[in-house]
Every structure is written in C-alpha cells, then in structure tokens.
C-alpha cells in the first residue's frame, strides 16, 4: 500500500539526551502502526515532530514523496497530520462545537453551520453520537477523547497520530476507540498508536515497531503478525523493547543498575529476612476506590505485607498505583473491601487514625503535597504531628523543641540546609525527599508505603532513598514501594506485585525469572 | 545586601508621599502644605490624636478578622455585610437590654451578639467553599451586598425609632456606651481591637491550630496529605474571621455612634485589605499601618475642607504606597537572587 508518510533519520537531542537516534520508519495508508516502548523511549518525541511541535536536529520527514520539513503545528495540519497529544488539549468550559472551530482562523470559527456540517461527517465517519452544543466538561473521558480525534480529522487528514489515546480510558472508551480507528482504516487514513498495552497492539496493530532508547530496535510487519502466535509476538516484543532475550535477568536503560551496584558495592537488602510464619502486618482485603477524572480507581485489590518484607509494585504510571497508596494511607475512602493493621480493622479511620498505628506513605508528589514549600523545614518535619505532644502542649507550639528536633533529623540525615528554618521549598529535589524519608520513616512506622521514591533524583539521591528503605526494612517495617523503574523493583524487593488497569495484576517472588514474568504482567498478558 | 525591616517599609513610604505630593503638585495644590496640615490634624493636635485613635479600633478588628482569613487562604471578601448586619444587631439589642440588665451586661452581650451575626453571615459562604469548593471570593461578595441590603430593610422597617424623623435604630445613651479610657474620646473598644490582633498573632504562630490553619493556607494539597480536618478549618477559619469583623461593627456602634442611620455604610470592610496586604498578614505590623490610614483618614477629611483637596486623595496614597512596597519587593528579591543568596 502506498506511503503516507515516511521518517529518514530523524534525530533529535534534548540536553543530555538523545530522544530520537537515527529513526527511519514508514507509515502506509489504511493501516494502524503501533508504537511501543518503554517511558522515555522517544514515543512523544516523534509525535511532537511529526505534529511541528519539535524540529529535528537530523534527518527528513517525507509526506507523500516529498521530502520537507514541518515547520510549525498549522504547517503539519495543512499537510493533512491530525495529532492527538498525550496530553488532552481541549477547553474544558466550552461545548464540543466550540471545541472545534477553535482551530481555525477567526473568521471560519464564527461559521457555525460549516462547523456543524463537518461535525455531522465525522460523527458519521467515525460512528460517535455525541451532542455538539455538549459542555465539554460533562462528557466523559472517552467522549472528550473522541472530541480530540474530530478535532484532530477537522481538515481531514490523512494521517493520525495517537499518543497514548487508551491510557485514561474505561474499556468501553478503548472497544469504542478501536472501532473509529477501524472505520479511519478502512477510509485509507494512516494511523500511529502509541500504547503500553500489549493486548490493544495486537487488537488494533497492523504493524508494530519498537523504540529503545531512542532507537528503533525492531518490529514486527503485517505479515509477519498475522502469521505469529500471540506468545511468540510476546516474546520478540519483550526483547526488542527491553533489549535482552526474555527471562534473562539483565538490566535496562544502559546498566545502570549494575553501574549502582558497583558504585555502594553491596546488595541493598536480602530477602531471607521475613519471616512468614509469623502473621502478616498489613492485610488488603477486596480494596476498590471510587473512579476520579483521569485517575484508574482501584478495583478488588488484595495482598498481604509481612514485618521487614519490602513488596515492590510495578506497572505503568497511571494504573492505579496512586489511589493504592492513598487508600492504605488513609487519604482516600476505602470502597468497598478492607484492611487490617496487626490484625485490627482499620477499614475506616482516615490519616490521623491511621498514623497513630505506624502507617507512613511517602508521597511521589513532594512538591504538591509532601511539604509547605513556604513553611521551614523544621515545620515541614512535624507536619503531620501538628498539635501532638512533646511539640505541642495544649495545643500550644513548643518552637525550641521542634527546632532541636530538627537539627537532630537534618544531622543525621544528611538533609543539605542552610538553617531548620529555611523554606522546605528552597531545597533541592535530593533534600527534599530527605526530608519526607525522615519524617515518615521513624521509629515508630510499622508499614510505610513509598511512592516512586527515587523519581526525579540524582544518583546519589537515588542510592540514598534505596538506603533508607533497606534499613527500614531491616528494623521491621513492612515496606510497599511503588516504582516503574524495574530494576530499582529487582533489587530491592522481596516480592513483586504489578498494578493493572486498577487491579493487582499479581504478585512474583523476587527470584531469577521474576523480571520476566513481571513485563508479562505489566503489558496485561497474565502471569503464567 | 538585601533591605531589611524598617527600610523594606520606609522606602516605599517615602517614594508614594513624594510621588502623592507630584500628584498635588500637578493639581496645583502644595503638598507640603498639605502633608504638614494632614499630621498636624490628625496626630500632633490632641483632639485628632484622639479620633486617630479611636478609628482604628473597627480597623484593627477588621484586620484581625482578615488576617486570620487570608492566611488560612480564605478570601472573606464580605467583611462589609458582616460589619454592617452586626452593627445593626448590636444596636438593635443595645436599648432593648439596657433598661433590664446592668450596663456592662449590655455590652457584652451586644458585641457576643454582634460577633455571632457576623458568624452566621459566613457561614453560606464558608459551607460552600469547604463542602464544594465554591470559590468564596463571588459568594462573599454577594452576601456582603445581601448584608448590606438586609441591614437597610431592617433599619426602615423593623428596627426603626419611631421617636426620629430619618430612619434609624433606638440610640444608646453616650453614658450607656463603651467606657472611656483614662479620661480620653478613645473608648475601651480600642483596648479590645489590640487585644484582638495580638492575639490572633500570637493564635496563628504559637498554636496548632493556628499553624493548621497556615498549612491550609499555603497549601491545601499538603492539608488533606497530612490528615487534618479541612472542612472543619476551613469553616472555622471562615467564622472566626466573620466574628471578629462582626465585634469591629458592634464596637464601633456601641462605642462611638449608639445607633445606626438607614444608608449608613462605613464600608470599612474592603478599605481594610489593602493594609493587611501591606502588613503581609503580620498582626503587629498591621498596627502600624492602620494608625498611618487612620491618621490620613481623620487628617484628609478636615484636608478637604480646609485645603481643598478630595478626601479621596487618601485611598490615592494607599495605592501608591502599596504599588512601591511591591515594587520594592520585586527588585529586592531579584537582587538577591542575582546575588545568588
Ligand atoms: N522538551 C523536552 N526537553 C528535554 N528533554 C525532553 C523533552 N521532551 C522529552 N525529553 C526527553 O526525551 C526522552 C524521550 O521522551 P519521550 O519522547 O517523551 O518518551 P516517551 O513518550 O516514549 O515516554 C526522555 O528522556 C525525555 O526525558
Ligand atoms: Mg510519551
């Protein structure tokens, strides 16, 4: 079938890194390519060049035989490119049609009646029933998806771009997602779909590529995939995304793990330490949260966390991992299910409760909601024991002894700060977490649960945070930590739960085959 | 070397009295004359010394009120409803009580009352922002202008003395009122207004809930992570600043006017935020600079008479002062941070 478009070696550098290497990859009218690749793997980036958001540092783009550059967002519509981000764009307090017609000059945004004829040609075309004069802000994520694809057709395109389109959506919103890509097919438009599940690829794919590092590492082409069993895609799939035979316990992301351990020179933490005869800690019974705007709920989860095991939970951003720990935490109502700390339900309480029994969660959202970046560093150390005692007697605040209490924790943690009494927001990224990793893990946790704990920090940082955890672990917490980073996971836990879709997609023992059998679980391709 | 204290302040105050007196200049009016005729009226002559005073009790407690709002990151904008529907409460219990009940009774339930009709004019306001995160800043408003309204109609309709020929409440005998300090104009409601800031001074930095409540402020994302009640804070919050700025209307009334006129609206409510902004929400500095607009208040009305210039000329100077103090802000801040501190 003829080509649409076509990339010639395109490269493009980001300070310090190589998002895009040399790729070179064609896109064939009326069939669906889909894209995968791990976070970081230069997915976005060559969406945001082929939408004119990014110009190449090499290499030409080829749109219908000719090679061009694209130069801006409006030069990539006119050249017949429709993106959706993954990121939504659209004006939430404006109706559908609104929606639409902002994307073109003033003067055409104001000819309604064109607007609503194009509207009613693509709802037709791509079989949606949605109401144009709809605020946006009541429709649900799948219909406000389907408003980003009209919008991305408006000029009718003959190439579209879907960055992660299913991430967000219920399954209904991805079997209605695959029927308007299937009808875009058949009409001859050329489709890329980025997506981190396995089973939408084969679903919806007619032909997959991987990216690595920036790099195309392979794929897989129509013929080929028809052919193919779905264990044997699988396998190559696995292999071409993370750059090694499956089940071989190696590393990713250019070894830097092996690089980390030979740097501290020493295992973080072992696992023989947990005794599970002894009774679980922390037991998750059927647990479910509410569903919140762009937030996966969570749906029955259940798993059992014994004193000094460190339980790794894997899995793409966004499948849950969030409201898991801000259940356990006690800041977000338990749905339906239950827990039990040290055999006592505590199905009920909310944050206090809860961290009056030794539960401690170290937010990923440090900046957000971890600190009061206006408020010193000393206040940010007792701030989730404001009005307790020794720092507060009748509810009156005790400043010294907050303060020396602060330079004991800024001591012996090493927490870089001019004073206690600096803003915890004019603290580097590294200290920050230190400061969060002290006030949670103290003498009295009992199940601290970490979110993405080394995210966003420097080696060092890194190593430190893994440090902590370690050391927790060997005082008896019971430690849940959340990470996509895989290796991270490897090294430092006892078992290894991957969260998908809102479900604890299940959990490994951390032994040999374990990477392997956690990357099945993280594409939704079952465990066994 | 940033500036520091006194000179943050100064400086700003300096730069929006010379440009104020550019102003004057450009109008053709003499605004050394002018200042000089200001300060001596206001706060060198004994009897304008006294008036100073004695406004700056409804301002301090205004300034309390908001104070406690604002670092809760509250924006109780409808301190004029809840000033004016207070005022109006306390001067309708006032007579009613005196007769049956000792004289220091009277007041005190007066300004209990006031400050509960204060409180109960948040209330809508402060449900909707904790419960529904309605922004309080348009449903303050509205209630203050629904405050307002309803304190009118109850003036005209309800309350009114039959006894006066313009609408008005009962008035309270000059005898009946708060007492006197040491022999002075200045009534014992001033005494109560620095008790009032100091203390929520001292409420906001010493105690926990004071410190909850700055949390909430600074970051309600950081509130709800740390476990603390925020619906509860937040309506808390919203009540204590509606009472305070309700006990600034009882006091004013109970202290200086005895009775409250049908269209009287002091407006006292929005004149004050400007200062808690220039005081950033400290209650000590705040002191100071209500007894500079207090000073300019009383001086700039007996200015327009005398000198001819508009008594609105005295917001003019707020706004300078409080344009240049942000001023000064930015280019410190930018300083040090190319200073790398
Ligand atoms: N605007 C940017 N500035 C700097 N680095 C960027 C930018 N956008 C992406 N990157 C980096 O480029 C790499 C590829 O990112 P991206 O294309 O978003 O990956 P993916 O979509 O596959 O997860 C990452 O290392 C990312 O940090
Ligand atoms: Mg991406």
Same mark, same amino acid.
């Given at each position: 079938?003829?080509?649409?478009?076509?990339?010639?070696?395109?490269?493009?550098?980001?300070?310090?890194?190589?998002?895009?290497?040399?790729?070179?990859?064609?896109?064939?009218?009326?069939?669906?390519?889909?894209?995968?690749?791990?976070?970081?793997?230069?997915?976005?980036?060559?969406?945001?060049?082929?939408?004119?958001?990014?110009?190449?540092?090499?290499?030409?783009?080829?749109?219908?035989?000719?090679?061009?550059?694209?130069?801006?967002?409006?030069?990539?519509?006119?050249?017949?490119?429709?993106?959706?981000?993954?990121?939504?764009?659209?004006?939430?307090?404006?109706?559908?049609?609104?929606?639409?017609?902002?994307?073109?000059?003033?003067?055409?945004?104001?000819?309604?009646?064109?607007?609503?004829?194009?509207?009613?040609?693509?709802?037709?075309?791509?079989?949606?029933?949605?109401?144009?004069?709809?605020?946006?802000?009541?429709?649900?994520?799948?219909?406000?998806?389907?408003?980003?694809?009209?919008?991305?057709?408006?000029?009718?395109?003959?190439?579209?771009?879907?960055?992660?389109?299913?991430?967000?959506?219920?399954?209904?919103?991805?079997?209605?997602?695959?029927?308007?890509?299937?009808?875009?097919?058949?009409?001859?438009?050329?489709?890329?779909?980025?997506?981190?599940?396995?089973?939408?690829?084969?679903?919806?794919?007619?032909?997959?590529?991987?990216?690595?590092?920036?790099?195309?590492?392979?794929?897989?082409?129509?013929?080929?995939?028809?052919?193919?069993?779905?264990?044997?895609?699988?396998?190559?799939?696995?292999?071409?995304?993370?750059?090694?035979?499956?089940?071989?316990?190696?590393?990713?992301?250019?070894?830097?793990?092996?690089?980390?351990?030979?740097?501290?020179?020493?295992?973080?933490?072992?696992?023989?330490?947990?005794?599970?005869?002894?009774?679980?800690?922390?037991?998750?019974?059927?647990?479910?949260?509410?569903?919140?705007?762009?937030?996966?709920?969570?749906?029955?989860?259940?798993?059992?966390?014994?004193?000094?095991?460190?339980?790794?939970?894997?899995?793409?951003?966004?499948?849950?991992?969030?409201?898991?720990?801000?259940?356990?935490?006690?800041?977000?109502?338990?749905?339906?299910?239950?827990?039990?700390?040290?055999?006592?339900?505590?199905?009920?309480?909310?944050?206090?409760?809860?961290?009056?029994?030794?539960?401690?969660?170290?937010?990923?959202?440090?900046?957000?909601?971890?600190?009061?970046?206006?408020?010193?560093?000393?206040?940010?150390?007792?701030?989730?024991?404001?009005?307790?005692?020794?720092?507060?007697?009748?509810?009156?605040?005790?400043?010294?002894?907050?303060?020396?209490?602060?330079?004991?924790?800024?001591?012996?943690?090493?927490?870089?700060?001019?004073?206690?009494?600096?803003?915890?927001?004019?603290?580097?990224?590294?200290?920050?977490?230190?400061?969060?990793?002290?006030?949670?893990?103290?003498?009295?946790?009992?199940?601290?649960?970490?979110?993405?704990?080394?995210?966003?920090?420097?080696?060092?940082?890194?190593?430190?945070?893994?440090?902590?955890?370690?050391?927790?672990?060997?005082?008896?917490?019971?430690?849940?930590?959340?990470?996509?980073?895989?290796?991270?996971?490897?090294?430092?836990?006892?078992?290894?739960?991957?969260?998908?879709?809102?479900?604890?997609?299940?959990?490994?023992?951390?032994?040999?085959?374990?990477?392997?059998?956690?990357?099945?679980?993280?594409?939704?391709?079952?465990?066994? | 070397?940033?500036?520091?204290?006194?000179?943050?302040?100064?400086?700003?105050?300096?730069?929006?009295?010379?440009?104020?007196?550019?102003?004057?200049?450009?109008?053709?009016?003499?605004?050394?004359?002018?200042?000089?005729?200001?300060?001596?009226?206001?706060?060198?002559?004994?009897?304008?010394?006294?008036?100073?005073?004695?406004?700056?009790?409804?301002?301090?407690?205004?300034?309390?009120?908001?104070?406690?709002?604002?670092?809760?990151?509250?924006?109780?904008?409808?301190?004029?409803?809840?000033?004016?529907?207070?005022?109006? *409460?306390?001067? %309708? #219990?006032?007579? $009613? /009580? !005196? =007769?049956?009940?000792?004289?220091?009774?009277? @007041?005190?339930?007066?300004?209990?009352?006031?400050?509960?009709?204060?409180?109960?004019?948040?209330?809508?306001?402060?449900?909707?922002?904790?419960?529904?995160?309605?922004?309080?800043?348009?449903?303050?408003?509205?209630?203050?202008?629904?405050?307002?309204?309803?304190?009118?109609?109850?003036?005209?309709?309800?309350?009114?003395?039959?006894?006066?020929?313009?609408?008005?409440?009962?008035?309270?005998?000059?005898?009946?009122?708060?007492?006197?300090?040491?022999?002075?104009?200045?009534?014992?409601?001033?005494?109560?207004?620095?008790?009032?800031?100091?203390?929520?001074?001292?409420?906001?930095?010493?105690?926990?809930?004071?410190?909850?409540?700055?949390?909430?402020?600074?970051?309600?994302?950081?509130?709800?992570?740390?476990?603390?009640?925020?619906?509860?804070?937040?309506? *808390?919050?919203? %009540? #204590?600043?509606? $009472? /305070? !700025? =309700?006990?600034?209307?009882?006091?004013?009334? @109970?202290?200086?006017?005895?009775?409250?006129?049908?269209?009287?609206?002091?407006?006292?409510?929005?004149?004050?935020?400007?200062?808690?902004?220039?005081?950033?929400?400290?209650?000590?500095?705040?002191?100071?600079?209500?007894?500079?607009?207090?000073?300019?208040?009383?001086?700039?009305?007996?200015?327009?008479?005398?000198?001819?210039?508009?008594?609105?000329?005295?917001?003019?100077?707020?706004?300078?002062?409080?344009?240049?103090?942000?001023?000064?802000?930015?280019?410190?801040?930018?300083?040090?941070?190319?200073?790398?501190?």
């Amino acid at each position: 079938m003829s080509i649409v478009a076509a990339l010639s070696g395109i490269t493009k550098r980001y300070p310090g890194v190589v998002a895009l290497d040399a790729v070179s990859l064609e896109f064939h009218a009326g069939e669906v390519h889909v894209l995968l690749g791990e976070n970081g793997a230069g997915k976005s980036t060559l969406v945001s060049v082929l939408a004119g958001m990014q110009q190449p540092d090499e290499g030409t783009v080829i749109i219908g035989g000719n090679p061009l550059r694209i130069a801006s967002p409006r030069h990539s519509i006119q050249l017949g490119i429709g993106t959706v981000f993954q990121r939504p764009s659209l004006v939430l307090s404006l109706t559908v049609i609104e929606n639409l017609m902002l994307g073109g000059s003033w003067l055409r945004r104001l000819a309604r009646a064109a607007a609503l004829r194009r509207f009613r040609e693509l709802a037709t075309l791509l079989g949606t029933h949605l109401d144009p004069d709809a605020p946006l802000a009541g429709l649900s994520l799948g219909e406000q998806q389907q408003v980003e694809i009209m919008r991305a057709l408006w000029r009718d395109a003959k190439l579209l771009l879907l960055d992660e389109p299913t991430s967000m959506l219920t399954p209904q919103g991805v079997a209605d997602l695959g029927r308007m890509m299937r009808n875009l097919r058949d009409r001859g438009v050329a489709l890329i779909l980025i997506t981190h599940k396995l089973g939408e690829a084969y679903e919806f794919g007619d032909r997959i590529s991987v990216l690595r590092l920036g790099k195309v590492a392979g794929g897989i082409d129509p013929e080929a995939l028809v052919a193919m069993e779905e264990s044997g895609r699988t396998a190559t799939i696995i292999r071409l995304m993370f750059g090694l035979e499956a089940g071989e316990a190696a590393t990713t992301a250019g070894g830097h793990a092996a690089e980390l351990a030979i740097l501290l020179g020493r295992k973080i933490h072992g696992p023989a330490v947990v005794d599970r005869s002894q009774p679980p800690v922390l037991r998750v019974r059927e647990a479910s949260t509410r569903a919140e705007f762009a937030e996966t709920p969570l749906r029955k989860v259940s798993f059992e966390l014994w004193s000094s095991e460190v339980l790794g939970i894997a899995g793409v951003d966004g499948n849950g991992q969030k409201h898991l720990a801000e259940m356990i935490a006690g800041q977000r109502a338990v749905h339906g299910g239950a827990l039990e700390l040290g055999g006592i339900d505590i199905t009920q309480g909310g944050v206090p409760e809860r961290r009056g029994r030794g539960v401690r969660y170290v937010t990923d959202d440090r900046l957000g909601e971890g600190t009061v970046g206006a408020l010193p560093v000393a206040t940010n150390l007792v701030l989730k024991e404001v009005g307790a005692p020794p720092w507060w007697h009748h509810g009156i605040t005790d400043w010294a002894a907050i303060h020396a209490h602060a330079r004991v924790l800024i001591e012996r943690n090493d927490i870089r700060t001019p004073s206690a009494l600096t803003p915890a927001g004019k603290l580097s990224g590294g200290n920050v977490q230190k400061v969060l990793l002290a006030r949670e893990l103290d003498a009295e946790a009992r199940v601290a649960i970490l979110n993405k704990p080394t995210h966003g920090l420097d080696l060092h940082n890194q190593r430190l945070a893994l440090d902590r955890i370690g050391t927790a672990a060997a005082r008896g917490v019971a430690l849940l930590v959340i990470s996509t980073d895989l290796d991270e996971l490897i090294e430092i836990s006892d078992r290894i739960g991957v969260m998908f879709g809102g479900r604890l997609a299940g959990i490994v023992d951390n032994d040999a085959g374990a990477i392997d059998r956690v990357r099945r679980l993280m594409t939704g391709a079952g465990a066994t | 070397m940033s500036l520091r204290g006194p000179l943050r302040v100064f400086v700003p105050v300096v730069l929006a009295l010379t440009v104020g007196g550019l102003i004057l200049l450009v109008l053709g009016k003499d605004p050394i004359g002018y200042y000089s005729y200001v300060m001596e009226r206001s706060l060198l002559r004994w009897g304008g010394a006294q008036e100073t005073l004695t406004r700056m009790a409804p301002l301090l407690l205004i300034a309390a009120g908001l104070i406690v709002a604002f670092r809760s990151g509250i924006w109780n904008l409808g301190g004029d409803g809840q000033f004016l529907l207070a005022a109006v *409460a306390s001067a %309708a #219990l006032a007579p $009613a /009580l !005196i =007769g049956g009940v000792p004289r220091g009774v009277t @007041l005190v339930l007066c300004m209990l009352a006031g400050s509960l009709v204060g409180l109960v004019w948040s209330l809508l306001p402060a449900v909707l922002k904790s419960r529904y995160g309605i922004n309080e800043i348009i449903t303050t408003l509205m209630m203050s202008f629904l405050g307002t309204s309803f304190a009118n109609v109850l003036i005209k309709l309800v309350l009114r003395d039959p006894g006066t020929t313009v609408p008005q409440t009962r008035s309270l005998a000059v005898d009946d009122r708060l007492p006197r300090l040491f022999g002075t104009t200045i009534h014992s409601g001033l005494l109560l207004a620095m008790l009032a800031v100091v203390g929520v001074h001292l409420m906001m930095t010493r105690t926990a809930f004071g410190l909850r409540l700055q949390v909430l402020g600074a970051n309600r994302a950081a509130a709800v992570h740390a476990g603390y009640r925020v619906e509860r804070l937040t309506i *808390a919050a919203f %009540a #204590l600043s509606a $009472a /305070l !700025i =309700g006990l600034a209307g009882a006091v004013e009334v @109970l202290g200086v006017w005895g009775s409250v006129r049908a269209d009287w609206n002091p407006a006292l409510g929005l004149l004050v935020v400007p200062l808690v902004f220039l005081a950033r929400f400290n209650g000590y500095a705040v002191i100071g600079f209500t007894l500079f607009f207090s000073a300019l208040m009383v001086g700039g009305e007996s200015a327009a008479r005398r000198v001819g210039v508009p008594q609105h000329f005295v917001l003019v100077l707020v706004a300078l002062l409080l344009l240049f103090l942000g001023l000064v802000e930015y280019l410190d801040q930018g300083r040090r941070k190319a200073a790398g501190t």
